[in-house]
T-cell receptor, first 112, second 114 residues
Framework: SQQGEEDPQALSIQEGENATMNCSYKTSINNLQWYRQNSGRGLVHLILIRSNEREKHSGRLRVTLDTSKKSSSLLITASRAADTASYFCATLLQTGANNLFFGTGTRLTVIP | DGGITQSPKYLFRKEGQNVTLSCEQNLNHDAMYWYRQDPGQGLRLIYYSQIVNDFQKGDIAEGYSVSREKKESFPLTVTSAQKNPTAFYLC?????????????FGPGTRLLVL
């Protein structure tokens, strides 16, 4: 399967702490995206990083991409209770199918 | 208010019955997608359509069918051939083209079997 794997599967932190989630994938990619899903809702796009980029920032989010290791990380700084959600990485392959492959997700709980 | 709508929010299926999930978007997007999500799992692609009157099978198309007669609509039918249909179904759209950028998701439909 080309699906990504997130690590850890679940993460619980105190409000104000930083949260780091990792994503590994198997096949060369065109871009990698991170999405957030609140329980029982649709996904919301957070950030996209292209294969020729190494780091990207958006507000309290920082994404890194290491194509040599086929991995990405999502860092949420100064977490808030409202950040509690599941976070998914999704990859667009460099060749072949023109659709996204989603990982299994990290369930983040931020304790107030 | 632009976006993607899915209906109904909950759907109950009796054994042997076909049911249809609705997905509508007013974002003027060319591409639309259907995903299935099982508890604690990621999303798996059922079908996708990059343009009107054309669609492609995803990873788990068996037991499902779709149509794309209008740009804004991409209904999914769960047929009686799908033996384990209980799941959360998500519809998404994107601008389209060669490189997929952001996908925009609807709120989802939860399908339950009676």
């Amino acid at each position: 399967s080309q699906q990504g794997e997130e690590d850890p599967q679940a993460l619980s932190i105190q409000e104000g702490e930083n949260a780091t989630m990792n994503c590994s994938y198997k096949t060369s990619i065109n871009n990698l995206q991170w999405y957030r899903q609140n329980s029982g809702r649709g996904l919301v796009h957070l950030i996209l990083i292209r294969s020729n980029e190494r780091e990207k920032h958006s507000g309290r989010l920082r994404v890194t991409l290491d194509t040599s290791k086929k991995s990405s990380s999502l860092l949420i700084t100064a977490s808030r209770a409202a950040d509690t959600a599941s976070y998914f990485c999704a990859t667009l392959l460099q060749t072949g199918a023109n659709n996204l492959f989603f990982g299994t997700g990290t369930r983040l709980t931020v304790i107030p | 208010d632009g976006g993607i709508t899915q209906s109904p929010k909950y759907l109950f299926r009796k054994e042997g019955q076909n049911v249809t999930l609705s997905c509508e978007q007013n974002l003027n997007h060319d591409a639309m997608y259907w995903y299935r999500q099982d508890p604690g799992q990621g999303l798996r692609l059922i079908y996708y359509s990059q343009i009107v009157n054309d669609f492609q099978k995803g990873d788990i198309a068996e037991g499902y069918s779709v149509s794309r007669e209008k740009k804004e609509s991409f209904p999914l039918t769960v047929t009686s051939a799908q033996k384990n249909p209980t799941a959360f179904y998500l519809c998404a759209s994107s601008i389209g083209g060669q490189d997929i950028e952001t996908q925009y998701f609807g709120p989802g439909t939860r399908l339950l079997v009676l």
